[in-house]
């Protein structure tokens, strides 16, 4: 079984670290994970996004076409990939910095004011890890328990004073998905042939 | 008040040698300023259509993206010599490269040197910010002691990297050089000598009186990770002392062509 | 040792300092800058030699000198870097001094750009430089093999006395996976360099170090024995992957990059019943052209896979020597491919017309 998730926004809005938390979390969980972010010459302001996959055999490619998740951070982000995600797939979106809904009827897709909700818990850097929070509730690759415990474990020495707002921001992500969830109607069933 | 007679007048506006596009430069980067007044002095002395860049690899890479003449993309360093296969074949065109620290002083050192050695009729822009920008902020020829830079983590030891190399001092030496000058755009009034001398390398090349050279002390925010008003602070405290402003190379002749403020 | 999460640039360059390399030369280039800043922090905190050159014709020139003392001494750069070191290469390997460098290749020509690419294979595996020389090139295709093969090239180096190249993209130097870094090695005492190294002559003849033959028929003994190292290094140090070739009748050729995306593509094809397999050769000098070869004799078809116009697919045409067609994908200029791609290429050669 392997799951691919992309996460993607602005430079500086963590979906790098993100990203790395869930590969820090497959490793310590003993499965197979990759990680590639993008890469480019623009310091300031530029996109970045990174794919995780993480699975129980040995991973070939890197890199997927259509992701099973994306978390997206900004409105390029939702553009770009909102199309991509595989059928049945998760689809989380950052509501605080897009102002459009997702079109997509066939994936589960939830929004999520992550920069509001990172600030009520003291600190809006930690919008990532409340949207990180919400795709662990909707899509279950890695027990929420086993990613916090990662981050405690690989949250770099200056940012350890965060961890647990860290923790409460995921956990907060998680409520509202499984809110939303309740609230929203199920995807439609993908037709055996559209594969 | 009678609105007729009020009349419209232009004070500022986006010279005729750069293109009306958004930047790619980090916020506060003074790479557009510098590229601005090179735009401005080429638009004054009226040679856009006569003008041929060359862009060096470095954040400025993109140059011809923003100047609006002809341009061309060098390798690594080796801009002088591109420009200087230019100017041969094309001696009535403006020859220019922009270059950075590193592309001019450490991949580039040698071509700069012969190109300045062998007088070669065309104008040299040297952006010397104390770092690479590009490839992520690693160690420039021109980074001071002490500084820490990502491939000198504890900061610039010069018993391992060696001294930084001022290469206006340098290149002062060579009877090929007409005009070399340091400048620096950390405020107005630098600002404004900056773009005098600038005028005035163009005006020696024009006047086919040899190699010219204006080297303007400029900013990194990003790389050396400050805001962009300390880091123009940062030019002044620490840069200036290290690489001192002023004309280095003034020949026979340079002075009675140029330099007029505008 | 425990598994680690490791991004590739970090990871060959910590690989190198525990396989006991002494010194380190190399010039900023995205995207393996990562491994040069490695090395600025840890070199110096192990009392090794670091230095950022002012190019990389001169970094890979103090490569060169290093080697020359029998030091364990290795560059890194990406294309345009690397293009730079062929002068350097070749004169290293016209000294027969061993030496490892890394090449995270990126999109090219010219400047290109910083994005994935193969675009390198002609030039590293066939020499690059001027002259009749061919170094060793190892191309991995996932992190642990990144280091794995590092470690080896330095020893693959100290017993041919030649050039190693390790082979990688973009793609390996900046992706992160878990794997684990040797133990480090003690580095070896100057008094047990060996004996053709300048340490200075105390007690024994000068040692000389020079790639000029005036006279031809020297020149041209000296290049026999570069020929006969060659070929020893043909008989011992082919190295390839296989899979789900056993009960196969077509089969997918990719290196490093290519070869794993590749991999997930014959996975697809499985499921859907097509009977393929993966040959990903690892040593690109020397090439498994027997292997190859022997492929051939039962294969209905080859598809070649890689990330430039077509390179390596001249070595497997010459392995296939005509038994069966040789198809070719490519994605050029810093595009990887995706799986769904290739398999899209294996659906076209498993149809009918195709056999
Ligand atoms: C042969 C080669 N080596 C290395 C590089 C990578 N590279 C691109 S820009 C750069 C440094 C540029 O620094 P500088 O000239 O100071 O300009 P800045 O980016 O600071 O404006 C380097 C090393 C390259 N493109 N080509």
Redesign the interface.
């Known amino acids: 079984m392997q799951t691919e998730i992309i996460i993607s926004g602005f430079g500086g809005q963590g979906a790098l670290f993100a990203g790395?938390l869930l590969?820090?979390c497959?490793?310590d969980l003993d499965l197979?994970?990759?990680?590639?972010?993008s890469?480019?010459?623009e310091m300031r302001g530029g996109t970045a996004h990174c794919t995780v996959i993480i699975s129980d055999d040995?991973?070939?490619?890197?890199?997927?076409?259509d992701p099973r998740a994306a978390i997206v951070m900004n409105l390029p982000s939702l553009d770009r990939y909102e199309t991509l995600v595989k059928p049945g797939g998760v689809l989380v979106v950052n509501a605080s910095l897009v102002d459009r809904q997702p079109t997509r009827q066939d994936i589960t897709t939830v929004m999520i004011p992550a920069t509001e909700e990172a600030e009520a818990i003291g600190d809006r850097r930690m919008g990532n890890l409340v949207l990180l929070g919400a795709l662990l509730e909707l899509l279950p690759v890695l027990p929420p328990e086993a990613v916090g415990e990662s981050l405690g474990r690989h949250i770099p020495a200056h940012h350890r004073d965060l961890l647990k707002s860290n923790l409460e921001a995921m956990a907060r992500g998680a409520a509202l998905a499984s809110a939303a969830r309740r609230d929203a109607v199920e995807p439609e069933a993908v037709s055996p042939g559209a594969a | 008040m009678d609105l007729s007679e009020m009349v419209e007048s232009l004070v500022y506006r986006k010279p005729d040698s750069l293109r009306d596009v958004e930047t790619h430069y980090c916020p506060g980067c003074t790479h557009g300023l510098a590229h601005r007044l090179v735009a401005e002095v080429i638009d004054e002395l009226g040679m856009r259509e006569k003008a041929i860049g060359v862009a060096p690899?470095g954040c400025s890479?993109f140059a011809y993206n923003y100047f609006n003449m002809d341009f061309a993309?060098a390798?690594?360093?080796r801009a002088p010599a591109m420009a200087t296969g230019i100017k041969r074949v094309n001696p009535d065109n403006l020859v220019f490269t922009y270059q950075g620290d590193?592309d001019l002083a450490?991949?580039g050192?040698a071509e700069i040197l012969h190109a300045a050695g062998r007088g070669e009729n065309i104008t040299v822009v040297f952006i010397n910010n104390a770092i690479?920008g590009?490839?992520?902020g690693?160690?420039a020829?021109t980074t001071l002691p002490g500084q820490r830079t990502?491939?000198?983590?504890?900061g610039r030891d010069v018993e391992?990297?060696g001294f930084p190399l001022r290469m206006c001092e340098v290149l002062s030496q060579l009877d090929g050089a007409a005009y070399v000058a340091r400048r620096s755009l950390h405020d107005v009034a630098n600002i404004r000598k900056a773009k005098k001398a600038l005028r005035q390398a163009f005006e020696v090349q024009l006047n086919g009186l040899g190699f010219a050279m204006v080297e303007l002390l400029s900013n990194c925010p990003t790389n050396w990770g400050m805001g962009a008003t300390d880091s123009l602070v940062w030019i002044e405290e620490h840069m200036i002392p290290m690489f001192p402003l002023g004309d280095y190379k003034v020949g026979p002749g340079v002075a009675s062509v140029g330099g007029r403020e505008s | 040792m425990a598994?680690?999460?490791l991004e590739g640039n970090v990871a060959f360059a910590e690989a190198a300092i525990r396989a006991g390399c002494e010194a380190y030369f190399g010039?900023?280039?995205?995207?393996q800058?990562e491994a040069?800043?490695h090395m600025?922090?840890r070199m110096?905190e192990l009392g090794r030699a670091f230095?950022?050159a002012?190019?990389?014709?001169a970094a890979i020139n103090m490569v060169y000198g290093a080697a020359c003392t029998g030091a364990r001494v290795m560059s890194s750069s990406s294309s345009?870097g690397v293009s730079l070191m062929m002068e350097g290469m070749s004169y290293i390997a016209g000294s027969e001094v061993p030496a490892v460098l890394v090449d995270i290749m990126r999109g090219g020509p010219?400047?290109g750009n910083?994005a994935p690419s193969q675009g390198d294979y002609f030039q590293i595996v066939k020499g690059g430089g001027h002259g009749d020389y061919r170094p060793i090139v190892l191309a991995p295709a996932t992190v642990q093999e990144l280091i794995n093969l590092t470690v080896e090239a330095f020893d693959l180096a100290e017993r041919y006395r030649c050039i190693v190249v390790v082979l990688a993209d973009?793609?390996l130097g900046?992706?992160?996976?878990?794997a684990e870094l040797p133990p480090m090695r003690a580095i070896r005492p100057s008094a047990e360099r060996p004996e053709w190294a300048l340490n200075g002559a105390e007690g024994r003849s000068p040692n000389v170090i020079s790639s000029i033959y005036l006279e031809p028929l020297e020149e041209e003994e000296f290049n026999r024995r570069l020929l006969a190292k060659q070929a020893e290094i043909e008989a011992h140090e082919v190295r390839f992957r296989e899979l789900a070739l056993d009960d196969a009748e077509l089969a997918v050729v990719g290196f490093g990059?290519s070869g794993?995306?590749?991999?997930?593509?014959?996975?697809f094809a499985r499921q859907e019943g097509i009977k393929v397999g993966l040959m990903r050769p690892i040593s690109l000098n020397p090439f498994p052209y027997d292997a190859l070869g022997r492929l051939a004799d039962r294969m209905r078809a080859f598809l070649v896979v890689e990330m430039n116009g077509g390179q390596m697919v001249e070595d497997v045409r010459l392995a296939v020597e005509g038994k069966a067609p040789v198809r070719f994908y490519g994605r050029m200029g810093g595009v990887?491919p995706?799986?769904?791609e290739i398999l899209a290429e294996i659906r076209k050669l498993n149809a009918p017309t195709e056999a």
């Open positions: 790395q590969a820090y497959a490793l197979h994970v990759t990680w590639i972010p890469y480019g010459p040995e991973i070939g490619s890197p890199l997927v076409r | 690899v890479v993309e390798a690594h360093g590193g450490s991949i050192a690479y590009m490839t992520g690693q160690m020829p990502s491939s000198t983590p504890l391992v990297h | 598994r680690e999460l010039y900023p280039i995205t995207p800058t040069l800043e600025a922090r110096p230095l950022q002012e190019s990389e014709v345009p010219g400047l910083i973009g793609c900046q992706m992160m996976e878990p990059t794993r995306v590749a991999q997930s593509a014959v996975k990887v995706f799986p769904d």
